[in-house]
């Protein structure tokens, strides 16, 4: 049973403000309470999370998500959308399903990411990311997996994706389009000042551990689903793994993986 929904909306989208209201009103209307995630306290937590965006604004509901260990839906008004599914037009028929209990749920994979040094930890649906951000400078990053050397990387950053994210940045640096059900992770340079693009596909048991070279002085920022996750020097490492925690993405049609593919990237690329 569904009886409080979490909101989650871009704010700078006129459209999500739009539709969140009509699905807020809606909600209502059934006795389902529903309130902004990022702005409101609960003393109870929302049986699923709701957002209104493109794919950024779904990762930050992902967060919640996590948390929460509930589900997911997205609410399409961004440009690609390849996890934001539902059409707003549509959105009163789609919510009348999930309180009726019509809707599926699919099971997405995670990034466990950690920092040594802070002895913070994150998790991410789509990548992890170490980054020059903003500096002019390249940076110099190794890459370790199950304790092998991997490369030493000149570049503007390396991604670790999911399958789920292997859609996203890690697509635009050159990296491979992985079916959502490989169990595996990505890792993709940016940039990288070489003559060889080097991506790999690795296990999703094997454990990545990224070294920010300490032989020169340098910085870099660590991004988890594009959100910092915190500043890091000369001689900082991450370390990357899989892990059982699971994502439950929403379903109300049919998943086309590769049609999706075909839609969002060869049709709204041309």
């Known amino acids: 049973m569904i009886h409080t929904v979490g909101l989650i909306l871009n704010p ?4 999500a403000a ?4 009509k699905a807020t009103s809606f909600l209502k209307n059934k006795n389902v309470e529903i309130f902004n995630v990022q702005h409101e306290q609960r003393n109870t937590a929302p049986d699923l999370i709701l957002s209104f965006g493109g794919d950024g604004t779904l990762l930050k509901g992902a967060r919640y998500a996590m948390e929460y260990e509930i589900p997911l839906l997205g609410v399409n008004l961004g440009t690609v959308g390849f996890l934001t599914e539902e059409d707003p037009n549509e959105i009163e028929t789609a919510l009348q399903k999930i309180i009726d209990g019509n809707y599926q749920t699919e099971k997405r994979s995670l990034l466990k990411i950690s920092n040594p040094k ?3 930890t994150f998790y991410a649906l ?14 110099r990053v190794e890459a370790f997996v199950n304790q092998k ?3 030493v990387f000149t570049a503007d950053g390396i991604i670790v994706a999911t399958p789920t994210g292997s859609t996203g940045y890690s697509l635009s640096a050159g990296g491979p389009i992985v079916e959502p059900g490989v169990n595996c992770m990505i890792i993709t340079p940016v940039c990288v000042h070489s003559m060889q693009h080097c991506p790999c596909v690795v296990s999703g048991e094997a454990n990545i551990r990224l070294l920010l070279r300490p032989e020169r002085e340098q910085t870099a920022e660590l991004q988890i689903d594009g959100q910092n996750g915190g500043m890091l020097e000369a001689g900082d490492e991450i370390l990357v793994s899989g892990t059982e925690k699971k994502i ?8 086309d993986f590769f049609g999706l593919v075909r839609r969002k990237l060869v049709e709204w690329g041309s």
């Not at 789509?126 to 940076?139: C, E, Q, S």
């Not at 439950?248 to 998943?255: A, F, P, V």
């Open 12 to 15: 700078k989208n006129a459209e």
């Open 18 to 21: 739009k539709y969140a209201q």
């Open 118 to 120: 802070t002895s913070d």
């Open 126 to 139: 789509n990548d992890a990311v170490i980054t020059r951000g903003g500096y002019a400078r390249l940076i």
């Open 149 to 151: 050397e991997y490369g």
């Open 248 to 255: 439950q993405l929403i379903r109300l049609h049919g998943y």
